[in-house]
């Protein structure tokens, strides 16, 4: 399978503790996006980069959150001394380059429950 | 600022009856549209898009949306429901990051009946 690919698919955790998010794009995808979607709402915009480069990032992207794609190829989504309100679905999604098509090739996501 | 109001938040047919989500958007100028779809554990998946062409645009598995700026809205229609068609529908808005910042609606969850 040559699809997004997010690890872990789930992940529980207590309140407090820190929790890492890996996703794999398309191999020739050069930009990379993460998304959260929470339940009964539609997935909001998080941070996105070009290449290794972070180009933007939303202000739901508290400080407690980074994402980093060191090579320019995986990236990973941590989020420290988690929240209740962490809790959601994490989307990673990946483009070759957005600005010819605007189609996003989204993985399955990352579901993280915060007790 | 960019949005996106997706009227229904369910919506149920019985199989090989048409289908309307229905979409009203916000934007201070011309937009990118697109409907996405999320099937139970799948990824979103691009369903059609509109980008300025032709108003009319057809989608896969027999999907099309109109866009219609007087009335802001850009409804997606089926002629005829399958039960494959059941998931979750999601009618999207470029920001004015352009594509790099997409903004999605609440969803629509279409319920397909034998």
């Known amino acids: 399978d040559t699809g997004v690919s997010q690890n872990p698919r789930h992940k529980i955790t207590k309140r407090g503790q820190n929790v890492t998010f890996r996703c794999d794009p398309i191999?020739?995808?050069?930009?990379l996006y993460w998304y959260r979607q929470t339940l009964g709402q539609g997935p909001e915009f998080l941070t996105y980069?070009?290449?290794?480069?972070?180009?933007?990032k939303s202000r739901l992207l508290s400080d407690r959150f980074s994402a980093e794609r060191p090579k320019g190829s995986f990236s990973t989504l941590e989020i420290q001394r988690t929240e209740q309100g962490d809790s959601a679905m994490y989307l990673c999604?990946?483009?070759?380059?957005?600005?010819?098509?605007?189609?996003?090739?989204f993985g399955e996501g990352s579901r993280l429950t915060v007790l | 600022a960019q949005s996106v109001t997706q009227l229904d938040s369910h919506v149920s047919v019985s199989e090989g009856t048409p289908v309307l989500l229905r979409c009203n958007y916000s934007s201070s100028y011309s937009p990118s549209l697109f409907w996405y779809v999320q099937h139970p554990n799948k990824g979103l998946q691009l369903l059609l898009k509109y980008t300025s062409a032709a108003t009319l645009v057809k989608g896969i598995n027999g999907f099309e949306a109109e866009f219609k700026k007087s009335e802001t809205s850009f409804h997606l229609t089926k002629p005829s429901a399958h039960m494959s068609d059941a998931a979750e529908y999601f009618c999207?808005?470029?920001?004015?990051?352009?594509?790099?910042?997409?903004?999605f609606g609440a969803g629509t969850r279409l319920a397909v009946h034998p």
């Open positions: 980069f070009q290449n290794e480069a972070q180009l933007e």
């Open positions: 999207v808005v470029s920001g004015s990051g352009g594509y790099n910042k997409l903004i």
């Open positions: 999604a990946s483009s070759p380059v957005a600005g010819v098509t605007g189609e996003l090739f």
């Open positions: 191999s020739e995808h050069n930009r």
